[in-house]
């Protein structure tokens, strides 16, 4: 049987295929096929599946390549939203793809507990261990996962553990980033080619603070019902009985309005919290991270 854990060859990305929506669309087609040839060359794959854009776009493009050698995984786990289950099930059924569950439990590790800097590493060693296991048993010789060149831009110890492991990145070998896949999985019909971005739920709660399934399913109960208000892009920061609600800087005006207020507050206290505040800096990836300068190194 073929072996998978295999180290990357780690190619550079390749900022030319990283266009914004209105870049050169030629580049951006030449980057899918850079993406078609590369998963051609793998001969079979299993595919990390979260049922976000990124992961989306690559499993159809390894479909496309690979025909019936894809298989996709989902984690199953209580730092994932309900909702990613569902939305990973209807798209892969779209697709037509092989699709399996895996249920993980990142919460019987006390270390991820404790919820070090390092919290990403421990999360994705365990997750991409057991995949690459699974890999095995089915015959495939590559386990894939979607990263894109931008992630590449922020704090991220989980790509430690990639590396580690063997797992290839197939967007940032291409140099793919978040502009370009959503217009490739436009072109390609993806339904949830405009979804927002998505991250799991322990990234919402201060690092070297406990991680509970309590405070876990508070926040995706919040997180819910603010998306049902109508607001997409959301993140519930959880500070004890403190929500620090992220919106895009679009949408805190429209959270001030009258009677919207009042809605979000009586949704967050059923929710769990007992206080609820609005970060007037908005919506940014990773603002936890912002305590980590130190190991930033900034």
């Known amino acids: ?7 990357p060859s780690g190619h550079p990305a390749n900022p030319e295929n990283n266009q914004p929506a209105g870049g050169n669309s030629q580049l951006i087609t030449a980057g899918y096929e850079e993406l078609l040839t590369a998963l051609r060359a793998m001969n079979g794959v299993l595919v990390a599946f979260s049922g976000g854009v990124d992961s989306s776009l690559l499993l159809a493009a390894a479909q496309k390549a690979l025909g019936e050698a894809v298989l996709a995984v ?3 786990s209580p730092i994932f939203p309900p909702s990613d289950l569902e939305s990973a099930r209807l798209l892969a059924g779209a697709l037509g793809v092989r699709w399996i569950t895996l249920e993980t439990d990142e919460l019987a590790d006390p270390h991820f507990r404790a919820n070090p800097p390092n919290r990403c590493y421990l999360c994705k060693k365990r997750l991409f261990t057991r995949l690459l296991a699974e890999a095995r048993r089915q015959g495939l010789p590559w386990v894939i996962e979607a990263t894109n060149a ?3 831009a922020d704090y991220r110890p989980g790509l430690i553990a990639l590396r580690e492991l063997g797992i290839r990145s197939p967007l940032v070998e291409v140099g793919m980033g978040k502009q370009a896949i959503r217009r490739l ?8 080619w405009d979804r927002p971005s998505s991250a799991c739920l322990a990234s919402r709660i201060p690092y070297g603070e406990a991680i509970t399934r309590e ?3 508070r926040i995706a109960r919040a997180e819910t019902a603010l998306r049902g208000l109508g607001f997409r892009q959301v993140r519930v920061r959880d500070h ?18 009258a009677g919207q207020r009042e809605e979000v507050i009586a949704s967050c206290r059923a929710a769990g919290y007992r206080y609820v505040t609005l970060d007037l800096q908005g919506y940014r990836t990773g603002s936890l991270n912002e ?3 130190a190991v930033r190194g900034e």
């Open 215 to 217: 405070r876990l399913e």
């Open 1 to 7: 049987m073929a072996a998978v854990a295999r180290v």
């Open 74 to 76: 989902t984690a199953v």
């Open 150 to 152: 931008d992630d590449l």
């Open 185 to 192: 999985a436009r072109s390609e019909r993806l339904p949830n």
């Open 291 to 293: 305590t980590l300068e």
């Open 240 to 257: 004890g009985v403190v929500a620090r609600i992220e919106l895009m800087k679009d949408d805190l005006e429209r959270l001030l309005a």
